[in-house]
């Protein structure tokens, strides 16, 4: 039972290793527990794991090493390469279906996919002149 001096002192709390904290951390951010979960589990106040989050996010972009403008770039050159991919396996698929006579993609592929192949073979018809 508390006595009335007792209910000011503040609470004492252990040491906690960086392994255990990057554990709670990694636990947190992957959706595993809650900060509120590992604040009890660990005994750990939620201020504190707050900020060992703040904390691994400035390490994880300090390790990184990539600024805003050079993650972006990196982004929309994968972009560029998505796009070509697609419309690479897009002119495959418009010229199988213009060989073997059969629309595939209607059957097995989105709308808007479907719609996209359907124009590049009347553009190859076109330039064929067929």
């Known amino acids: 039972m508390k006595t009335q001096n007792e209910h000011w002192r503040k609470k004492t709390y252990q040491k906690v290793t960086l392994e255990t904290k990057l554990f709670v951390v990694d636990q947190i951010l992957n959706g595993q527990v809650s900060r509120n979960f590992a604040s009890k589990k660990y005994d ?3 201020t ?3 900020y060992w989050i703040r904390k691994y996010s400035t ?3 300090q390790n990184t090493g990539m600024s805003k ?3 972006i770039k990196k982004l929309k050159e994968k972009i560029e ?6 419309d690479f396996q897009q002119d495959i698929i418009a010229d199988m279906e213009l060989i073997t006579g059969v629309d ?4 097995s592929l989105p709308k808007t996919l479907a719609k996209e192949i359907e124009l590049k073979k009347k553009q190859r018809i076109k330039e064929n002149g067929s």
């Open 81 to 86: 390469e998505l796009e070509f991919q697609k």
């Open 69 to 71: 403008n050079d993650e």
């Open 44 to 46: 750990v106040p939620r």
């Open 104 to 107: 595939m993609s209607k059957k």
């Open 48 to 50: 504190t794991i707050s």
């Open 59 to 61: 390490l994880v972009q």
